[in-house]
């Protein structure tokens, strides 16, 4: 498994279009009959990371609807000066109402 942190998959910014390739891959192996050939291990960490890069994705569009000023970089999320190492970090600043 891939041991990235959020920021540094949300920074890459390159799963959106390896998402639509592999699933698009996948879905013509097995219209064709051709899913023998596949490596199995290799599939299942690609769609992983990539259903995580969509996961995260979501919750960090979800967290920015609720203040456009957070941000991130491929070293941490940002809302302001204040730096966070997760989103999880990030929400639980949001409903600390001494952080607003």
């Known amino acids: 498994m891939n041991n990235q942190t959020e920021y540094q998959l949300l920074s890459q910014n ?20 051709k899913y023998n050939h596949l ?15 969509f996961r995260i994705s979501k919750k960090y569009y979800i967290l920015y609807k609720l203040n456009n000023n957070l941000k991130f970089t491929s070293d941490g999320f940002y809302i302001s ?9 990030v929400e639980r600043a949001f409903n600390n109402p001494a952080f607003l």
Do not use: K, M
């Open 81 to 89: 000066h204040h730096r966070f190492e997760t989103l999880d970090e």
């Open 14 to 33: 390159i799963y959106e279009s390896q998402g639509v390739a592999l699933f698009t891959f996948l879905a013509s192996a097995f219209n064709n009959n």
């Open 39 to 53: 490596d199995y291990d290799i599939i299942i960490n690609d769609c992983n990371l990539i259903l995580n890069y």
